[in-house]
């Protein structure tokens, strides 16, 4: 009777899809929100906080990682940058989907909302 137990649960758990994960590499893709939208890219390294940029009027902006928490196939990511003169935090959570990762952002200045909105970038 264990042997037949046994059995089931691991035909059972082969049938289950793999969990997604956060796989190292680099992600690129699109974000859009309120005020525009462009192109993004964030890279994963094993053991390290990831890199995120994107473009802003077609111009590059670089970002500072303040934090990041990955939990299964979701992550927070907070981040800070610099846009035209005026330093601003954006946070974001996502999920991967595949090699693809989908997220929503929120961009602030102190405590005024700046903008919003949407971002997917899928790996190579």
């Keep these: 009777?264990?042997?037949?137990t046994f059995a089931a649960v691991l035909l059972?758990?082969?049938l289950l899809p793999a969990q997604?994960?956060?796989?190292?590499g680099t992600y690129k893709g699109q974000w859009n929100g309120a005020n525009g939208g462009g192109d993004?890219?964030?890279?994963?390294?094993?053991?390290?906080p990831p890199?995120?940029?994107f473009t802003l009027g077609g111009q590059e902006i670089a970002c500072k990682v303040l934090s990041f928490k990955a939990d299964g196939a979701k992550f927070k990511l907070v981040y800070e940058f610099d846009a035209q003169?005026?330093?601003l935090q954006s946070a974001t959570e996502a999920t991967v989907k595949g090699k693809m990762?989908?997220?929503v952002y929120k961009t602030t200045a102190g405590d005024?909302?700046?903008?919003?909105?949407?971002?997917?970038?899928t790996a190579p």
């Excluded at 009777?1 to 037949?4: F, L, P, S």
């Design 20 to 24: 997604d994960t956060i796989a190292a």
């Design 12 to 14: 059972f758990s082969a």
């Design 1 to 4: 009777m264990k042997t037949i």
């Design 85 to 87: 003169g005026t330093l």
């Design 112 to 121: 005024q909302a700046v903008d919003g909105g949407t971002w997917k970038a």
């Design 101 to 103: 990762i989908e997220g």
């Design 51 to 53: 890199e995120i940029g």
């Design 40 to 48: 993004i890219h964030i890279t994963f390294r094993d053991r390290a």
